[in-house]
């Protein structure tokens, strides 16, 4: 039985005591690091200095998601540096089959992220290359907006097409126990939540709570 996973973005965290933030979230499945270069997006965050040092320090594995251009320069590196997986924009790339496996040989799993208005069809040839697909469920750059509806059709879409495929179908935007519920019945199994996290009084509990109705919608195991 499949189950669902939490990886609580530190977008919305404190940036001056980012190691602070990373032992409140004991109860994620992973660490979501927003690195944005104010050029892809008009937000400017942190890079592969910090990287490296989070991996370092975080007992949870790193998702890096790249808001970046050139990526297909760019990427590699953060495997490198220790990231878990590490997404690239499907806007950004050049070359987005052969820079998933260049990931994948840096020793990270490989994901695409796709803007909210960017067509699921831009993926699906480079499917094969890919260990997770993020659907943005709001437009990139900036943590606290609110979600999405029009995504939950491309995420219904996406689930379809990846049939057995075994690629897992994240979401970012927007989530939070008001409709964490909805995207998990769509068929995502791995949710990001900035704001819904780290704005909540206890950051752990928040995580095992979105967790806990996520895995109710979806009708699998609740993994905590
Ligand atoms: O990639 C992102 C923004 O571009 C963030 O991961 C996302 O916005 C998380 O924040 P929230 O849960 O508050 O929407
Ligand atoms: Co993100």
């Given at each position: 039985?499949?189950?669902?996973?939490?990886?609580?973005?530190i977008l919305s965290a404190d940036f001056a005591a980012l190691g602070q933030a990373l032992e409140s979230i004991g109860t994620a499945d992973a660490v979501h690091v927003d690195v944005m270069d104010q050029h892809f997006v008009p937000n400017l965050t942190l890079g592969l200095p910090v990287v490296s040092r989070l991996a370092e320090v975080s007992s949870l594995p790193l998702d890096v998601?790249?808001?970046i251009e050139d990526p297909d320069r760019?990427?590699?590196?953060?495997?490198?540096a220790g990231a878990a997986s590490v997404t690239f924009h499907a806007e950004a790339a050049g070359a987005p089959i052969r820079l998933a496996r260049e990931i994948r040989a840096a020793g990270a799993k490989a994901a695409m992220a796709l803007k909210p208005t960017t067509p699921l069809d831009v993926a699906l040839p480079v499917l094969d290359e890919l260990d997770m697909l993020l659907i943005m469920s709001v437009e990139p750059g900036f943590g606290g907006q609110p979600f999405l509806e029009s995504s939950l059709p491309k995420i219904r879409a996406a689930v379809e097409a990846i049939g057995s495929r075994g690629i897992v179908v994240q979401?970012?935007?927007?989530?939070s126990p008001e409709t964490v519920e909805r995207i998990a019945e769509a068929g995502a199994s791995c949710f990001v939540a900035g704001s819904a996290?780290?704005?909540?009084?206890?950051?752990s509990a928040a995580v095992e709570?979105?967790?806990?109705?996520?895995a109710r919608a979806a009708g699998c195991a609740d993994r905590a």
């Open positions: 039985m499949s189950h669902v996973t939490i990886h609580p973005s998601h790249l808001m760019w990427a590699p590196q953060y495997a490198e979401v970012d935007g927007g989530v996290v780290f704005g909540a009084k206890d950051p709570k979105i967790r806990g109705l996520a």
